[in-house]
């Protein structure tokens, strides 16, 4: 897994790097991923594995040309394509559970594909609900340099001059490589990094203006879900405390009886079973933890998320259910995102619009098809061309 989280620039730089290494010291290479993009780029002969088995195996253009093993169909059908628009992504288990043997990989992919007439009417209706969030001018400097005092003589500019606003119920993707300032733009807004300068507000509150009292009101409907399942959560905290914790701390609810049946509902609400409610976090898998923290984050009855890097660790297969849930549950729950992710097939799936950072600054944004479709800036290009 050499590449897994790296924006997709890196990863290209990385990949031609394992070629040219392979083509001048004849060096034989075993590459794990759950990235497909990649394994049929540098692949000679693949493998694939499931439950400690290799359920198939050949050469990587008679592989991905004709799937065996549904397995292997559902690895490859559940990528979110570049090349159309989904409503819902196919899952491993749509392959492994059919009951008509008949239904073709084609036929499921098919039966899941967005009208795109049905996307520009959902553009244009967010053009008429209210705006939830809106950035003035906003700036982050980080200090790159002190003189002989400590005193600040240059900075590095995350975040620099950034205005946009954002539709209730809309969904704004935010790509840009690595470095651009994607995460550190989501942790200003939600006033975890303090700005240099400008203004946010949400539903019309000015959010930097605030003191502490209104600020904790004001989390319980701006939540973030972090990149990292595992590091997001206490070892050594049950994951029924670990989702009742911030229902405490904010006082919702009238009792412990009231909380633990509302974490229960939020656990069969992102697919966990009630009696995990006594676990530990390292007794579950990666797309589990990130499950949990999601219950966890739904437990405020939030109206808007960051989403920084949600699945970005996360195999193909797994992404797929948690990037339908979150679909999910934006629909039922009528929520707001803000989704940061350097996988640009991700975004698409998942974007209303996009917005396209790079050195600080946005230097494109659009709806979703437009920008993928027709990019305007040489960088949305490079950053399309990079995508393997």
Known sequence: EPTTALDVTVQKEIIKLLSEI??????????????LGLIKEIADYVIVMYKGKIVEQGSAHELFQYPKHDYTKGLIACRPPMDKRMHRLPTVSDFMDRVDDEKSQHDIVTSLIEPIANYKSRIIGLQNEPDILRVENLSTYYTAKTNFFGRPTAYTKAVDDISFTMKKGETLGLVGESGSGK???????LRLIP????KVFFEEQDVFGLDKESMRKLRRDY???????????????????????PMKVHGLHDNDK?????????????GLEPGFYDRYPHQFSGGQRQRICIARTLSMDPKFIICDESVSALDVSVQAQILNLLKDLKDELDLSYIFISHDLSVVKFISDRIMVMQSGKIVEMNDAESILNNPQQQYTKDLLDAVI
Do not use: C, W
């Open 223 to 245: 939540q973030i879900i972090f990149q990292d399942p595992f590091s997001s959560l206490n070892p050594r905290m049950r994951i029924g405390a670990a989702i009742q914790e």
């Open 183 to 189: 995460s550190t733009l989501g942790k200003t807004l």
């Open 258 to 270: 009231m909380r633990k049946e509302k974490v229960i509902d939020l656990l069969e609400k992102v």
């Open 195 to 198: 700005p240099t300068a400008g």
């Open 22 to 35: 392979k083509t001048e010291y004849n060096t034989s290479t075993i590459f794990i991923s759950h990235d």
